[in-house]
């Protein structure tokens, strides 16, 4: 079993700049019919950011409260670095969590919270 998240963006292209510019992700597929749809890819993550806001109701398309898309990497020191080199507003800096872990906090474009940490020893 694989995941693949898909988010939904009022601008799709913008968001898929700033996963490419911010956190290092590259566009695998990019389609156009009456909607935008960017599929952007790093290592094994995958999200689809899509343009449906026309087609799904606002309760669906509503950024989602008490829930936060995580990307675990090997380097989360590195990662902090280049996000702040971007210039990206970083929500919350890098602090080591009481479960041992590393990480920090951001949100992107859309408003989708993204926490950024080290991986799980082992």
Request: aromatic share 10%; no cysteine.
């Amino acid at each position: 079993m694989t995941l693949r998240v898909e988010i939904f963006s009022a601008d799709p292209d913008a968001s898929a700049a700033f996963y490419h510019r911010v956190l290092g992700f590259h566009v695998e597929k990019r389609t156009e019919t009456s909607k935008i749809y960017v599929s952007i890819r790093r290592g094994d993550v995958v999200i689809g950011i899509g343009q449906h806001f026309q087609d799904v109701p606002s309760s669906v398309r509503a950024v989602p409260a008490g829930a936060e898309l995580v990307l675990e990497v090997d380097d989360v020191h590195a990662e902090f670095a280049s996000v702040e080199a971007s210039g990206w507003p970083v929500e919350s800096g890098l602090s080591r969590q009481e479960w041992g872990l590393e990480d920090f906090r951001l949100f992107d474009p859309d408003g989708y919270y993204l926490r950024i940490t080290s991986r799980q020893p082992g």
